[in-house]
């Protein structure tokens, strides 16, 4: 139960958003400061030269007081216009090293991924409002970001 202030009102709460989008792109895993030889030991068949694919699903989680007035952390047809323009533009459909000029000397793993959207998500969004970026490269394999 929530705490209430000397004004009979209930505290500030504290919400989570999660808006789930799902893209897709290729890449290849290979780093340009490493030899081919140490690339194909490291990334194995993800260093393919012809790349491979996924289709990722992000998470993109707002945190934030609960707005008394309008019952929102954000509006949530924002976070989608801001998802739609921060990854849905850039990189569904692209191949990422080659499309995408931020991978252009960045390894192109998840955990890169995870970062660019991160760092152009807070660019859009309001002050300290994003949370966490969390990719599902496969079924299997995930990532989270918090900016750390």
């Known amino acids: 139960m929530a705490q209430?202030?000397?004004?009979?009102?209930?505290?500030?709460?504290?919400?989570?958003?999660?808006?789930?989008?799902?893209?897709?792109?290729?890449?290849?895993l290979h780093s340009p400061?490493?030899?081919?030889?140490?690339?194909?030991?490291?990334f194995g068949k993800c260093n393919n030269p012809n790349g491979h694919g996924h289709n990722y699903k992000v998470e993109v989680t707002v945190r934030g007081k609960i707005d008394r007035h309008t019952?929102?952390?954000?509006?949530?047809?924002?976070?989608?216009?801001?998802?739609e323009e921060v990854i849905m533009v850039p990189l569904d459909h692209k191949n990422l090293?080659?499309?995408v000029p931020y991978f252009a000397n960045v390894?192109?793993?998840?955990?890169?991924?995870?970062v660019y959207i991160w760092d152009n998500m807070v660019?859009?969004?309001?002050?300290?409002?994003?949370?966490?970026?969390?990719?599902?490269?496969?079924?299997?394999?995930?990532?989270v970001y918090r900016g750390e």
């Open 4 to 28: 209430a202030d000397s004004r009979n009102e209930v505290a500030e709460r504290i919400g989570y958003i999660t808006r789930v989008q799902s893209f897709s792109a290729c890449h290849r």
């Open 33 to 42: 400061t490493l030899s081919d030889e140490v690339n194909k030991r490291i």
């Open 71 to 83: 019952g929102m952390v954000m509006n949530i047809t924002d976070l989608k216009q801001h998802i």
């Open 97 to 99: 090293d080659k499309d």
């Open 107 to 114: 390894v192109s793993t998840t955990e890169n991924v995870a």
């Open 123 to 143: 660019k859009q969004l309001p002050a300290n409002l994003l949370y966490e970026v969390k990719i599902h490269e496969t079924d299997k394999n995930i990532v």
